[in-house]
DNA sequence: CCATGGATTGTCT
DNA sequence: GACAATCCATGGA
């Protein structure tokens, strides 16, 4: 797949989190992973965590599972939940604000038969169909599986610089139009806490999205 | 297609 | 001790 591999740099995170939710639309999560493999896909959905916001990790400091996303933008989050799944965050703003962006979905586009057998432990069919594809990288948990992303290895990362064996990174993709995009509420927030912002974007025509 | 409930574990109250 | 920014299988329309 002919996409550019070079990591955004730091400045683009230096900004407000909704801007960067929204920037982040048709850019690529490219993970060059320590076996040399190269899996990578289209950000097609995002969304926005401010430390006022009663849904976000941050919103009562700093703890031990949550430090990373106090770290300065161009850092990396990865957290667990449910005690299953992982989800990785691009931190914006400067060190300490405690904002970041949460990768939700993407279209896969390199290593595809790679980011296959990570997820279901069996090589792609011959023909995986378009609804196959579709589901491979469509929710924040499935796409940390599909590209290798584990807390151990890239949470606090560094996501700007050089490119390296191991190295997750993102690098612009097309920009994406206004007439494109669509906002709306987020995803799997109860009781009061937030769900009803608008922190939420997607390619609104894109069949990759979570839900 | 849509709605529901179980899985599973580190973290914070 | 309860919860959590989720996923998947299952059941019904």
């Keep these: 797949m002919n996409i550019d591999k070079t990591p955004l740099n730091a400045e683009f995170y230096l900004r407000d989190?909704?801007?960067?939710?929204?920037?982040?639309?048709?850019?690529?999560?490219?993970?060059?992973?320590?076996?040399?493999?190269?899996?990578?896909?289209?950000?097609?959905?995002?969304?926005?965590?401010?430390?006022?916001?009663?849904?976000?990790?941050?919103?009562?400091g700093p703890t031990r599972r949550n430090s990373s996303m106090f770290l300065e933008g161009g850092h990396s989050y990865v957290y667990r939940i449910y005690g299953i799944?992982?989800?990785?965050?691009?931190?914006?703003?400067?060190?300490?604000?405690?904002?970041?962006?949460l990768?939700?979905?993407?279209?896969?586009?390199?290593?595809?038969?790679?980011?296959?057998?990570?997820?279901?432990?069996?090589?792609?069919?011959?023909?995986?169909?378009?609804?196959?594809?579709?589901?491979?990288c469509s929710g924040p948990g499935k796409l940390c599986k599909a590209l290798g992303i584990t807390a151990g290895k890239h949470d606090g990362a560094d996501i700007t610089g050089e490119t390296s064996d191991g190295k997750l990174f993102i690098s612009g993709g097309r920009p994406v139009p206004e007439n494109r995009v669509g906002v709306g509420r987020r995803i799997g927030m109860t009781r009061g806490r937030g769900e009803e912002k608008l922190r939420r974007w997607r390619i609104a025509d894109s069949s990759y999205l979570s839900r």
Excluded: Q
Aim: hydrophobic share 40%; net charge negative; aromatic share 6%.
């Design 103 to 136: 990768i939700r979905a993407l279209e896969p586009l390199d290593g595809i038969p790679e980011m296959w057998m990570r997820r279901y432990g069996e090589p792609i069919p011959a023909v995986p169909g378009k609804s196959g594809l579709r589901g491979l």
């Design 17 to 60: 989190a909704e801007i960067v939710a929204r920037n982040l639309l048709g850019c690529i999560l490219v993970h060059h992973d320590p076996e040399g493999v190269l899996m990578s896909g289209r950000i097609v959905e995002t969304e926005a965590y401010l430390p006022d916001d009663p849904a976000s990790h941050s919103f009562r």
């Design 85 to 101: 799944h992982r989800c990785f965050n691009a931190v914006t703003g400067g060190g300490g604000v405690g904002a970041a962006v």
